[in-house]
């Protein structure tokens, strides 16, 4: 395995949260890199199993050679019918990090970046029909509005941003990345920050790949999938990924309830027990070594 291929996040507190039992199952639902795979694998028994899914098949060229291991190329939404197939469940712990690895954002022919000049693609899963080339220059003006401000929590500047994509195009087609920033630059008259950038991209990727919906339909099915004291631990990288997986933890719910419903979630039956009742992140010397995970947010849930 290339060790330089990806640096994990939030490495030992996943292990940690995983609890893991060498004998157990456990699945990794975003492979990537493969350095929490890598980890996971250390702390099993010849009796047990790591069950890795990813949709980009670059990332299987980093899979270690090792029996217990079982890759699987697949959008993790579907991981659970996997699992039942192969007659895999319960398990004893998930783990999901939702970030796009390093290894993507580095490999410019992704397009996940807007520091690289490279085509509009944005894909995790190269085979999908959607990219972010029909996003930008098929997308109606209200679609573009509509996707920067849902996905990206860019508010005032999103109608200037989706009029100036939509009259640039009128006379050819946006291409590169390097061509959209330059349109956003202008439309903004010059202040299109990194993180603006960075805000602006993540829609476009979050919409391409269908993130949230992938992200709730993988999380409603862990309940099924989990034995009882079995961990899901996942790590998110922005408000709305967070904002889902905390309400799951604690509603069984993808959106907050109004206060008047509180007393109705109460007397449902808890699925989960919270193991960090504080959000956990980087520390200092992981900041300092891997500026990629400074907006991680660790959760960890335990099915009862």
């Known amino acids: 395995m290339n060790k330089n291929y990806h640096i994990p996040v939030l ?14 199952i456990y699945v990794d639902l975003t492979f990537g890199g493969g350095g929490h795979s890598l980890e ?15 949709t980009d ?9 090792d029996d217990r291991i079982i890759p699987v190329k697949s959008n993790f939404k579907y991981f659970i019918n996997f699992l039942r197939y192969n007659d895999l469940l319960p398990v004893d712990g998930i783990l ?15 397009g996940f970046t807007y520091r690289d000049d490279a085509r509009l693609d944005m894909r995790m899963n190269k085979t999908a029909e959607l990219s972010a080339y029909e996003v930008i220059n098929e997308y109606s003006l209200e679609e573009l509005k509509r996707i920067f401000n849902k996905y990206g929590e860019i508010y005032r500047p999103a109608f200037a941003i989706a009029s100036a ?11 590169t990345t390097g061509e959209l920033v330059k349109v956003v630059d202008k439309a903004v008259n010059g202040r299109a920050t990194p993180k603006f950038l960075s805000q602006m991209f993540q829609a476009i990727r979050i919409e391409v790949n269908d993130e949230l919906e992938a992200l709730k339909e993988m999380l409603s099915k862990t309940p099924y999938a989990l034995k009882s004291g079995g961990r899901l631990v996942v790590i998110t990288y922005h408000s709305l ?4 997986v905390k309400y799951f933890f604690k509603y069984n719910t993808f959106d907050k309830p109004e206060y008047g419903e509180m007393s109705n979630i109460a ?3 808890q699925v989960f027990k919270i193991i960090n009742k504080k959000v956990i992140t980087p520390g200092s010397k992981e900041l300092k070594e891997n500026k990629r995970s400074r907006s991680a947010k660790l959760r960890i849930a335990e099915r009862l």
């Open 96 to 110: 999901a990090d939702l970030g796009v690895s390093s290894f993507q954002f580095d490999n410019t022919e992704k």
């Open 57 to 65: 098949e670059d990332a299987f060229a980093n899979l270690p050679e």
């Open 165 to 175: 994509i939509v009259e640039y195009r009128k006379h050819k087609p946006i291409k």
């Open 11 to 24: 490495l030992q507190e996943s292990l940690d949260g995983l609890n893991i039992n060498p004998d157990g």
């Open 40 to 54: 996971i694998l250390k702390r099993l028994s010849p009796k047990g199993k790591l069950v890795v899914f990813d």
């Open 241 to 244: 990924e967070d904002k889902i």
């Open 267 to 269: 007397e449902q039956e």
